[in-house]
């Protein structure tokens, strides 16, 4: 069995895949510059499964680290999460979004290229289905527009993946198209541990729990759903972490290049969320009603239904053991790693 590259495999999601690859026998190779995470994730991700990653401190965008990485070990598929994920902050530096995540991706194409390696699984998000299609999303619906520069990164990534496989029918690209992944693992290691003001609903619920920040703004009551609040396709992190190793093993049997939706298929409103979170951690919690936050849509949740057919996977999580399983990480790690 060959390497597994994980690039951005000390974030949030990279950390509980490289924990599910190792569980399932792989090795692993990290790749990270350590802009949005710490290696202490990669140390607890030892501590949980008793087997290390090998890690490189590096950029994507630098090509030649990257070589250096394909020609040490022996490398037959990347799982690529690396890249800039703030919606507020892409509308402030969209340069740096599409330079970083967009340039990134070229860089890591064609280094895989010239190493002969052309299996890849790529972190897209259900932000390319836009404002205009109505849920539950299906992959074959319009995914050319997105509302912010963040999504606009998925949206080119998946067009260049799709090109690059029109082009050269032996690469395998398999883009997942995340919904909203909460949660932690439940030895409560490792989790989320965003920088600064979170700006995603679980996270601002934890640290509200926590005491460390005062109040949740829950953005608009007058959506047309069933209590007002807006309605997601939360996910966990743990039942999207083994999307991944069943959908690089698929791509390492199959050519092609056929995105998938990885969320449960129902949604939860903000209120919902917030009673579960409040059931998990046993106080209430502190909230007021905001007005809507601009670019937000009323609902989102995805037809789940191609990931089961393709490669047998289903999420099997709720909402209830997500807000627990974030709660257990929180209250083990109030500052974070
Ligand atoms: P994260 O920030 O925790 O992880 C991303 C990792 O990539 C970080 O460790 C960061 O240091 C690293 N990184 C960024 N730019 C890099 C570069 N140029 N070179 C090397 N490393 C770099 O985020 P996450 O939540 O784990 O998200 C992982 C991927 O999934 C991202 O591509 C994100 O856009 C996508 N995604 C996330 C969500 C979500 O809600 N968390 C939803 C849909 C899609
Ligand atoms: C969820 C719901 C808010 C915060 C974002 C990205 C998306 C993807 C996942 C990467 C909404 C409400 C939120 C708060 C609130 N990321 N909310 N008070 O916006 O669905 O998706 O993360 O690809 O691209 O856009 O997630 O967690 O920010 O919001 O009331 O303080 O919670 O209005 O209804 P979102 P979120």
Redo the contacts with the bound molecule.
């Keep these: 069995m060959k390497d597994i590259l994980v690039t951005g495999g000390a974030g949030f999601i990279g950390s509980h895949t490289c924990v599910e690859l190792l569980e399932a026998g792989y090795n692993v190779v990290v790749v990270d510059n350590l802009s949005n995470s710490k290696e202490e994730s990669l140390n607890r991700v030892k501590q949980i499964t008793g087997k290390s990653v090998k890690f490189y401190k590096a950029d994507i965008l630098d090509k030649e680290a990257l070589d250096k990485i394909f020609k040490e070990n022996d490398i037959g598929s990347v799982i690529h999460f690396a890249g800039l994920?703030a919606?507020g902050e892409s509308v402030r530096k969209p340069v740096e979004y599409y330079h970083n995540n967009i340039t990134g991706t070229l860089c890591l194409i064609e280094v895989m290229k010239e190493n002969n390696c052309k299996t890849m699984v790529f972190s897209s998000?259900?932000?390319v289905y836009g404002v205009k299609n109505k849920a539950p999303y299906t992959e074959d619906m319009d995914t050319s527009t997105a509302t912010n520069p963040?999504?606009y990164t998925?949206v080119m990534i998946e067009q260049i993946l799709k090109d690059l496989y029109v082009s050269d029918n032996e690469w395998s690209i398999i883009p997942l198209r995340?919904f909203?992944p909460i949660g932690a693992h439940s030895s409560g290691l490792i989790g989320e541990d965003p920088n600064g003001i979170p700006?995603?609903?679980?996270p601002?619920i934890a640290q509200v729990a926590v005491g460390k920040l005062e109040q949740?703004?829950?953005?608009?009551d007058d959506y047309e759903t069933p209590d007002g609040?807006?309605v997601?396709d939360y996910i966990h992190v743990v039942d999207l972490a083994r999307g991944h190793v069943l959908a690089v093993k698929y791509a390492l049997e199959n050519k092609g290049f056929e995105p998938v939706n990885l969320g449960t298929g129902n949604g939860s409103s903000?209120l919902e969320v917030v009673a579960a979170y409040e059931k998990a951690c046993g106080k209430p919690i502190n909230k007021r009603i905001a007005p809507r936050?601009d670019g937000?849509i009323a609902t989102?949740f995805a037809d789940a239904s191609k990931a089961k057919a393709l490669f047998g996977w289903e999420a099997k999580s709720d909402i209830n053991e997500m807000c627990a399983d974030s709660w257990n990480f929180t209250k083990k790690n109030p500052n974070g790693f």
Excluded: E, F, I, M
């Design positions: 994920k919606v998000s259900a932000t963040y999504g998925k995340y909203n700006n995603n609903l679980v601002y949740l703004s829950v953005y608009g609040t807006g997601r903000v936050r937000d989102s």
